[in-house]
């Protein structure tokens, strides 16, 4: 089992859309999580670190689920800017180590 | 404030032969990593540097796999001799500490590797 798990898309939206991305991650004393967005032929760039009481920042909100070891990324408004590759990242604690998963792809369509 | 740089930005080599990789991290990021991202996955942490020390390698293929980073500063990652399957991008990114605490981490635009 793949230690960071997400669907790879991609995810083809209209703009406006309202789109949502899950990832679900296997080792349960992971510290901290984030979501990067990497756009195509280009380095991993931090969107935004996740809670486990849910954040939000803009058009973008994630949340965080111990229990169920689950992250979610929401996108309301879909720009076109948005198309990328968003990725799951764990820090499974110890000196700052990221685990990323394979990333969703999405496409936002005019 | 001057990002992670990376040189070069493509090489293609023949299998067997050796390659280099150059990154200067930000300055003041005490901690450096080197990734691997093969088409179509995330990236993998190779080699990871607080300072001048190496504090993980558990995934560095240490038989043909080299890195250094001998004044704490800029790194170089090695490969002798490559194979097919490390065509990737190899992305290096610092960030200001590595310990326990979760710091963000900034990457540099990577080196694309084509073995042929």
């Known amino acids: 089992r793949k230690e960071v798990e997400q669907d790879p898309g991609p995810f083809n939206v209209p703009e406006g859309a309202t789109v949502a991305f899950n990832c679900t991650y296997s080792n349960s004393a992971s510290q901290s999580f984030f979501w990067y967005r990497q756009d195509c032929r280009k380095e991993p760039k931090l969107l935004m670190s996740?809670?486990?009481s849910g954040n939000e920042d803009g058009r973008f909100t994630a949340q965080l689920n111990r229990a169920s070891q689950y992250i979610s990324l929401l996108i309301r408004d879909s720009k076109l800017s948005d198309s990328a590759t968003y990725l799951c990242?764990?820090?499974?604690?110890?000196?700052?180590?990221?685990?990323f998963g394979a990333g969703t792809r999405l496409a936002v369509h005019p | 404030e001057a990002g992670v740089a990376q040189s070069p930005r493509y090489k293609i080599i023949e299998k067997r032969q050796s390659v280099a990789f150059w990154c200067n991290p930000i300055s003041g990021h005490a901690t450096l990593y080197w990734y691997q991202q093969i088409l179509g996955q995330g990236p993998k942490l190779l080699i990871q540097f607080q300072n001048n020390g190496v504090v993980d390698d558990s995934q560095l293929p240490k038989d043909r796999f080299s890195a250094e980073r001998l004044k704490g500063v800029d790194s170089t990652l090695k490969i002798q001799p490559a194979k097919l399957e490390d065509s990737a991008v190899y992305l290096c990114?610092?960030?200001?500490?590595?310990?326990?605490?979760?710091?963000?981490?900034?990457f540099g635009p990577g080196t694309r590797l084509t073995v042929t």
């Open positions: 996740v809670y486990s």
């Open positions: 990114a610092s960030s200001p500490v590595g310990r326990t605490s979760s710091y963000e981490q900034y």
């Open positions: 990242v764990v820090n499974t604690g110890g000196y700052n180590k990221l685990i």
